[in-house]
């Protein structure tokens, strides 16, 4: 109950996400993921895994890759039935799925339940289907559980949410079990390191990075000098 308590106190800093359209560059041919250097699967098999989606991934992955603990985001797709979706499907609306992170966690230096108030604390999920100004499914928020205990652990937590009153709003998070991931195009991954001086990463994804770095500074890793 203490951690509940201290999730529910962190989101109510909860900040309101101003994300814009950003399907561009949609002839580019999709790639194949490489991870960063630091890791390979065989090194992240070692790691548990969690699914979330809460609107644009540059954001969302750059968000759980400052998270303590947390060893790999990987951007993709989830929560839909058509197999091998691509960027320009799922962007148009013309699949089931959402964009969604993959993320890779030492349970020794960070809990699920930790992860879960990230997820909550990093997104508006009272907003049905869009997260700021990017409307559509696509960008619907979404907790994926792999097993019984994920499960009761997002329920307790949004059922704890909606007790405290703190979003003033219904919580519109599908709690939806897990079934596969696929990994976004390789020019997907890591990019807001890759390009910051991107028109939308400036304007958009950095300042929510900023904001959830303000609100949440005992989750971040530590900074290397």
Same mark, same amino acid.
């Given at each position: 109950m203490k951690l509940l308590k201290s999730g529910i106190l962190l989101a109510i800093t909860l900040f309101t996400i101003s994300c814009e359209s950003k399907i561009k560059? %949609?002839? #580019? !041919? *999709? %790639? #194949?993921?490489v991870l960063v250097e630091k890791y390979s699967k065989q090194d992240l098999q070692k790691y548990e895994t969690a699914y979330f989606a809460s609107g644009c991934f540059w954001c969302v992955e750059a968000i759980f890759e400052s998270v303590k603990g947390v060893k790999e985001v990987i951007s993709g797709y989830a929560g839909g039935t058509e197999e091998n979706p691509t960027y320009e499907q799922v962007g148009y609306g013309k699949t089931s799925h959402a964009e969604a992170v993959e993320v890779y966690y030492d349970p020794k230096e960070i809990s699920y339940m930790e992860l879960v108030q990230v997820f909550f604390g990093s997104h508006d999920p009272t907003s049905l289907n869009r997260q700021g !100004? @990017? &409307?559509? *499914?696509?960008? &619907?928020?979404?907790a994926f559980y792999k097993n019984p205990e994920e499960k009761k652990i997002i329920e307790t937590y949004m059922a704890a949410l909606e007790e405290s009153g703190v979003y003033g709003s219904p919580l519109v998070t599908e709690v939806t079990a897990f079934t596969k991931f696929y990994d976004a195009e390789d020019y997907h991954q890591d990019y807001e390191k890759k390009h !910051? @001086?991107?028109s939308y990463i400036r304007n958009v994804s950095i300042p929510r990075l900023n904001r959830f770095k303000k609100n949440f500074p005992d989750y971040l890793k530590e900074e290397v000098h």
């Open positions: 560059n %949609k002839t #580019e !041919p *999709a %790639k #194949e993921v !100004p @990017d &409307r559509g *499914a696509q960008y &619907r928020s979404i !910051p @001086d991107n």
